[in-house]
């Protein structure tokens, strides 16, 4: 069974950090490109960074970039994502998500990725 699973969410002070974690099952991450997504409240679900398969390069949102930071383990079949800095607006439900391996880096197109995990959510609050 085809499964993505978020942990490592919580409650945080604003200049915290976390590190969110995507482990899969019954598939091999490192053939896909991976994202991580978040969705606030009455908001659309926004793309935050990728990791592309095929030369492990990475992209950031404007709104993340020089504070988080992607990451893969092969050997636990798991992406990761380390928070740092974090502020109130980072305050989200976060989701991974896999893509067919893109031609050159990879894309944050929420529509083109197939299979989802569930979310952790994020609180950064004082």
């Known amino acids: 069974q085809v499964q993505l699973v978020e942990s490592g969410g919580g409650l945080v002070q604003p200049g915290g950090s976390l590190r969110l974690s995507c482990a899969a099952s019954?598939?091999?991450?490192?053939?896909?490109?991976i994202g991580w997504f978040r969705q606030a409240p009455g908001k659309e679900r926004e793309g935050v960074s990728c990791?592309?398969?095929?030369?492990?390069?990475?992209y950031y949102a404007d709104s993340v970039k020089g504070r988080f930071t992607i990451s893969r383990d092969s050997a636990k079949n798991t992406v990761y994502l380390q928070m740092n800095s974090l502020k109130p607006e980072d305050t989200a439900v976060y989701y991974c998500?896999?893509?067919?391996?893109?031609?050159?880096?990879?894309?944050?197109?929420?529509?083109?990725?197939?299979?989802w995990g569930q979310g952790t959510q994020v609180t950064v609050s004082s």
């Open positions: 990791v592309s398969s095929s030369d492990g390069s990475t």
């Open positions: 019954g598939f091999t991450l490192d053939y896909y490109d």
């Open positions: 998500a896999t893509d067919r391996p893109q031609a050159l880096s990879c894309q944050l197109d929420k529509y083109e990725y197939d299979y």
